[in-house]
């Protein structure tokens, strides 16, 4: 667990901060001139939530036309993320760090943004590996002209705000209650989420269909891959199980609106997330048994019951 989930000396998770924040986004005159394969690559694992939410944003905006798109897949004997096919001779995501001159103690995560074009340095260029700060830099990426703005400026404080909140007792929240070393940790972990979760329940009943409102926003982009993998991955195996997640009938409705939008179910792959955290977390799961499920969509889609006795 040491390695897998650092803790405090109280027993609560701490994640691994990713060590290149500072991506921007490329001038899109420095793009046109290049051919297909020299564009940037946005290497994403299916199962990773962290590289769900810059998918979504590829998705959404339609990037394909100025930034490749490239699956890593999670070697859970390993403990890595391995490239079929490889790209630049590299089979693993840390052989491409290693040639774009990474320093060895930077761990090698999704996301990722690649350059294959040598840099001043004469090797390709990691451009970041920070989901958060990845989604805004994407958010700037050179995009088709109707492309939408997820980062609206009369919604940056509100957008801030929320992401701030979201980041530490949500994306982060189902990890500090899966990787709680202790009751105590747990119980701490398990309460900020749902309140949390309360939180943004009432603001969409307030002000919806939106986190902030009428336009889909990057508040929204950094919940909907926690919220997604509730009944296949958090409930059952972080024990993220205080209310099931339709006793919220707001968040149930928002998500799914944002799962039936176009081209995002194609980013769920429910059987790979199952297959990767119960195959992979051994500490979590010492058998290794991956669980049945429900097919995605027949969740994501239900109706809620007895909504009228949900307050």
């Not at 609206?152 to 990787?179: M, R, T």
């Not at 926690?226 to 958090?234: A, D, G, N, P």
Request: with cysteine; net charge positive; charged share 25%.
């Amino acid at each position: 667990m040491k390695g897998l989930a650092p803790a405090d000396k109280d027993g609560n998770f701490k994640r691994v901060p990713s060590q290149k924040i500072n991506a921007i986004a490329p001038i899109k005159k420095d793009l046109l001139n290049r051919a297909k394969n020299e564009c940037p690559m946005l290497i994403v694992g299916r199962s990773c939530p962290w590289a769900h939410r810059t998918w979504l944003v590829y998705q959404i905006r339609e990037l394909k036309d100025s930034l490749g798109l490239m699956f890593a897949q999670a070697d859970h004997q390993g403990g890595r993320w391995l490239l079929e096919p490889s790209w630049m001779g590299c089979n693993s995501l840390l052989d491409l760090y290693k040639i774009c001159g990474t320093p060895p103690n930077h761990r090698a995560t999704v996301p990722a943004i690649i350059d294959p074009k040598p840099s001043s340095q004469g090797s390709p260029e990691l451009i970041g590996n920070e989901s958060a700060q990845l989604v805004e830099a994407l958010n700037q990426w050179p995009a088709k002209e109707n492309a939408p703005d997820l980062f609206p400026q009369q919604h940056e404080e509100e957008i801030n705000h929320w992401s701030n909140i979201l980041q530490a007792k949500v994306n982060d929240g189902v990890y500090k209650c899966g990787f709680a070393r202790n009751q105590k940790a747990y119980e701490k972990a398990s309460e900020e989420l749902f309140t949390t979760l309360e939180l943004v329940e009432r603001k969409l009943r307030e002000k919806g269909p939106w986190l902030c409102g009428d336009v889909l926003t990057l508040a929204d982009i950094r919940l909907f891959p926690t919220l997604i993998r509730w009944e296949s991955i958090y409930a059952p195996l972080f024990k993220c199980n205080q209310k099931p997640l339709w006793q919220f009938p707001k968040i149930w409705g928002w998500r799914q609106r944002f799962f039936n939008m176009p081209q995002i179910e194609m980013t769920c792959d429910a059987i790979r997330w199952r297959e990767d955290y119960f195959g992979a977390l051994f500490p979590l799961n010492p058998s290794n048994i991956i669980p049945a499920a429900s097919d995605l969509r027949t969740i994501v889609n239900s109706e809620v019951p007895n909504t009228q006795k949900i307050k």
